[in-house]
């Protein structure tokens, strides 16, 4: 398998691994990281009230470790969701069984994620029978982390990575970032898994911080169906390993640090809506003038999630009535005689009306590979951003097909 970055890029005192153990019909289905010293740990979970095993022992863990962990396990293939207590005993026992592997550290020291199937019980004994492979084979090198992006893959049809780096008191801090998720995403912090790691010394508070801050405008503003998974985690590992002096959140380190992390969040949300199920196409949908930023962004997921828009822009149909009417749908209050509409920058509606444009034109430029939409409204100060894709044949096909 080629590396798909630079051994350079990696972040100190990490390593990585990956197997196939059984749970997916083919293919890499458990994967695994490890810091080389405990590492200062941040992690957003879903928002769904339905949660699977593996968030609620991860919430405990972080918990029983105060936010101190030396590992992340991860399973494709099956959500161990709605699995009941017998859920929760193979999250833990998979904990414990890897912690015992890695030196005989305290299982809460590891974080548990698991994607796939719902409702169907984890066969356990086969990720057990694998950890100790999956331990003793990690390494840090390019190839061990190509091989962990594809092992936490479901319907995804390529791997998602980023890697940025900042310079803190005269020293390279790396950051390494990857995920899954194609379908079942709306995140409130919600639906798909991803994991950055990163070699700057920080607390587990500056850590919290910087990724509550680095998710509003990434993977809190994309969308692909509206619908919020049940396993969905974001987990931030520090380990300090770049010798760099410990950063605060209230300085000049700490700025740098986050707009190196905001780079990677924003590369890997920006892939997921791409690798949306069956999508041709991102599209970018800004509203503009709205009352305040809470009704823009309101707006923006409402016409994101719209179907008939969605559809609309599969055929690249330039029918910017049903961007109109979702708007005045999302519960925000505007004079629609006032609204303008942009699609792949052209005017289409003025004052709430057709704004005459050529239609085989504005066709062939929503064809493209990135479709950006503006609505403004012409009420407010209020702006907001979001991203999300079309909605093809393919996208039925995949999730009516998924457990068989």
């Not at 950055?196 to 405008?217: F, I, M, W, Y």
């Not at 890997?268 to 709205?290: C, K, N, S």
């Not at 407010?380 to 393919?394: E, L, M, N, Q, S």
């Amino acid at each position: 398998m080629k590396p798909p970055i630079d051994a350079s890029l990696l972040p100190r005192g990490f390593k990585f691994s990956a197997v196939a153990c059984g749970l997916k019909k083919s293919g890499l289905d458990l994967g695994l990281i490890v810091s080389d010293v405990p590492a200062s740990a941040a992690c957003l979970f879903t928002t769904n009230r339905v949660q699977a095993a593996p968030v609620f022992v991860s919430r405990v863990h972080l918990s029983q470790s105060r936010h101190k962990m030396r590992g992340i396990i991860v399973n494709s293939g099956n959500a161990n969701c709605a699995t009941g207590a017998e859920g929760i005993s193979v999250a833990a026992t998979t904990a414990l069984k890897t912690a015992w592997e890695l030196g005989r550290h305290h299982p809460s020291q590891i974080l548990v994620c698991s994607t796939g199937v719902i409702g169907v019980p984890l066969p356990w004994k086969k990720i057990i029978k694998a950890i100790p492979h999956i331990v003793r084979t990690r390494t840090a090198t390019a190839t061990a982390f190509a091989q962990f992006t594809r092992a936490i893959m479901t319907t995804d049809t390529r791997p998602k990575f980023a890697a940025a780096n900042c310079r803190i008191g005269g020293k390279k801090v790396r950051l390494l970032g990857c995920a899954k998720g194609a379908g079942m995403i709306h995140p409130n912090m919600a639906t798909m898994l991803a994991f950055v790691v990163t070699d700057v010394a920080a607390s587990p508070n500056v850590l919290r911080r910087a990724l509550r801050d680095a998710v509003c405008g990434t993977f809190n503003a994309i969308t692909v169906d509206g619908d919020t998974s049940t396993n969905d985690t974001l987990a931030l590992l520090a380990n300090g390993a770049s010798g760099a002096r410990a950063i605060r959140w209230d300085n000049a380190d700490y700025r740098k640090f986050l707009g190196a992390l905001e780079s990677v969040c924003h590369s890997l949300a920006l892939q997921i809506v791409a690798d949306g199920e069956g999508a041709r196409r991102v599209v970018e949908i800004e509203v503009r003038g709205a009352p305040s930023d809470r009704d823009a962004d309101q707006m923006a997921r409402t016409i994101a999630n719209s179907p008939l828009v969605k559809t609309a822009l599969a055929g690249g149909d330039p029918n910017w009535g049903r961007i109109l009417a979702a708007a005045g749908r999302s519960g925000v209050r505007f004079k629609p005689d006032r609204v303008e509409i942009r699609m792949a920058g052209i005017l289409m509606c003025r004052n709430g009306s057709e704004h005459s444009f050529g239609e085989r034109a504005a066709h062939r430029k929503l064809l493209a590979t990135h479709v950006p939409i503006v609505v403004n409204l012409r009420a407010g100060k209020g702006t907001a951003r979001i991203w999300t894709c079309d909605f093809t044949g393919d996208y039925v096909r995949i999730n009516a097909s998924y457990r068989s």
